[in-house]
């Protein structure tokens, strides 16, 4: 079952704070991305619940930018968050709750994060998007670029990753 896009930011959010980094909208991005391009090569199904879509400056996760947007470049200081119905004191009321990967396969999604963030972490928004655009890159051999909203194909992303994973 495919994750939440923000759900797979968080963990990235996670991750950055547990080491004491930030990160800002265009890393989030992107390291979304690397992971789901990582865990189609690994468990050969989507790791997101959206479709990756090729912006005329790169891959962009449409819900995971618009909730992050408001930064800029600046660094991200919440997590994104959804609408939770708590039970409480023989009762029911809503709550703001951060996105959580949940789910059967979330365990394999955590791993995956984790060699993703391992490998990337230390590359700046510049550095992780110029990987993005890498000639034979996903995004590269999308045509269509310049309308937004064209979606990368995840047998085109999943064949890309493949040969990544297999020479890590």
């Known amino acids: 079952m495919p994750f939440s896009a923000k759900a797979v930011a968080n963990e990235f959010l996670k991750l950055a704070k547990e080491e004491h980094q930030t990160l800002s909208p265009m890393q989030v991005l992107k390291l979304v991305y690397l992971a789901h391009g990582w865990y189609l090569a690994i468990a050969g199904r989507p790791l997101l619940d959206e479709r990756i879509q090729a912006w005329r400056f790169g891959p962009v996760v ?7 947007k408001k930064y800029g ?13 708590i ?5 029911f009321r809503l709550s703001l709750a951060p996105y959580e990967l949940e789910g059967e ?9 984790r060699v993703v963030w391992d490998k990337y972490k230390n590359l700046s928004a510049i550095k992780l998007s110029n990987l993005t655009h890498l000639p034979g890159s996903p995004w590269s051999v999308t045509p269509n670029k310049e309308i937004k909203g064209t979606p990368i194909q995840d047998s085109v992303i999943q064949d890309y990753f493949s040969t990544l994973v297999a020479s890590a």
């Not at 039970?87 to 009762?91: A, E, L, P, Q, T």
Request: charged fraction near 25%; avoid cysteine; aromatic fraction near 6%.
């Open 87 to 91: 039970r409480k004191n023989g009762g």
């Open 105 to 113: 396969d979330s365990a394999l999604a955590k791993q995956v994060i």
């Open 62 to 68: 449409p819900s995971v930018y618009h909730e992050f």
């Open 73 to 85: 470049n600046g660094p991200i200081e919440d997590p994104a968050r959804t609408t939770k119905l």
